[in-house]
C-alpha cells in the first residue's frame, strides 16, 4: 500500500480535524480522545466535503445536511447516509522535524466512491 506524508502531527488539534486534497481526493484526519482517523473526505449522503469542523463531541459531521458519523468507524449514526465515511490506513512516523501523519494514498476504488455517492446539484 502506497502512503503519502499528510501533516505533522501537531497541526491535527484535539478534538478537531484537517482536511487536504490528496491526488484529487478530499481527505480528512481527526483526532479525539487522543486517538487519530483518517477518511475519505465525502459525505455518503449527497457527496458534500467534510471540513475542518465536522467533529463534534467524538462525532463526524456533515456541514451539508448534518449527517453524524461515528468517530472510530465512519460508521452512520444519524441522518439519510446509508454507508459509512471509507477508512483510510494512517501512520504516525518520528522523523527530524518531529511526529509525521502519513495516510494510505487514495486508489481508484476511492475515486469511484466519491463519483457513485456525489450527486449533481440542481
Do not use: Q
Not at 26 to 42: F, Q, S, T
Request: with cysteine; hydrophobic share 35%.
Amino acid at each position: 500500500m502506497a502512503m503519502v506524508r499528510f501533516s505533522r502531527l501537531k497541526v491535527i488539534p484535539e478534538g478537531g480535524a484537517r482536511v487536504k486534497v490528496i491526488d484529487g481526493v478530499p481527505i480528512m484526519v481527526a483526532r479525539y480522545n487522543g486517538e487519530l482517523r483518517a477518511y475519505i473526505a465525502v459525505c455518503p449522503h449527497k457527496g458534500y466535503v467534510m471540513c475542518e469542523r465536522s467533529i463534534n463531541g467524538g462525532k463526524l459531521v456533515c456541514p451539508g445536511h448534518g449527517e453524524v458519523f461515528d468517530f472510530s468507524t465512519g460508521e452512520p449514526s444519524r441522518g439519510k447516509a446509508k454507508e459509512p465515511l471509507p477508512r483510510l490506513h494512517l501512520e504516525v512516523r518520528e522523523e527530524e522535524r518531529g511526529s509525521e501523519v502519513w495516510v494510505e494514498l487514495p486508489g481508484d476504488e476511492h475515486r469511484e466512491w466519491i463519483r457513485r455517492v456525489s450527486k449533481p446539484i440542481h
